[in-house]
T-cell receptor, first 114, second 114 residues
């Protein structure tokens, strides 16, 4: 089955700086990679996703990059703000292969230092 | 935030008790999920229901018994649990069980097994 590793487990950055979280996956057939954000005491929410037919996707201050050859993808947050403090989870799946399911990483706790 | 609701929000039970967790979604979705979230571990998929039919049982012990009477309601019946079952149990729903359909999570039930 799929195995997703996520690094780092914790990350602290100064407000205004950039943050990068990296994930690797094992199943070369995986083709869909979402990122979820879970603020303290709240539910996970999808913030961005990328499919294997593109190498990068941006949405305002967040972007995700995908390297299919190396089987890794990353979340980039620029101009970080206090509200970016949360746990971020990456995930991977074989979309449209049947019996597809998301396999999640272990999460990264991001703390933005004011 | 009210699209997926879970009750109770907190539950403390002994190992010999029987209790049930309830999830309800008001989004018109057809797929529902149970996840277990433990500290420093990935979100663990437990069960998937699609149009009331169970499509995934991720090797979950039989002391956890799901029930999906209709597409809007999902239950997790608990009996003779172990202390290691203490965790946050998250329910989620999506339009279909395809992995590219955004999953909307409930607030979770914090379960403590004594």
């Amino acid at each position: 089955g799929e195995n997703v590793e996520q690094h780092p487990s914790t990350l602290s950055v100064q407000e205004g700086d950039s943050a990068v979280i990296k994930c690797t996956y094992s199943d070369s057939a995986s083709n869909y990679f979402p990122w979820y954000k879970q603020e303290l005491g709240k539910r996970p929410q999808l913030i961005i996703d990328i499919r294997s037919n593109v190498g990068e996707k941006k949405d305002q201050r967040i972007a995700v990059t995908l390297n299919k050859t190396a089987k890794h993808f990353s979340l980039h947050i620029t101009e970080t703000q206090p509200e970016d403090s949360a746990v971020y989870f990456c995930a991977a799946s074989r979309a449209n292969f049947g019996n597809e399911k998301l396999t999640f990483g272990t999460g990264t706790r991001l703390t933005i230092i004011p | 935030e009210t699209g997926v609701t879970q009750t109770p929000r907190h539950l403390v039970m002994g190992m010999t008790n029987k209790k049930s967790l309830k999830c309800e979604q008001h989004l018109g979705h057809n797929a529902m999920y149970w996840y277990k979230q433990s500290a420093k571990k990935p979100l663990e998929l437990m069960f998937v229901y699609n149009f009331k039919e169970q499509t995934e049982n991720n090797s979950v012990p039989s002391r956890f018994s799901p029930e999906c009477p209709n597409s809007s309601h999902l239950f997790l019946h608990l009996h003779t649990l172990q202390p290691e079952d203490s965790a946050l149990y998250l329910c989620a729903s999506s339009l279909t069980s395809g992995s590219t359909d955004t999953q909307y999570f409930g607030p979770g039930t914090r379960l403590t097994v004594l």
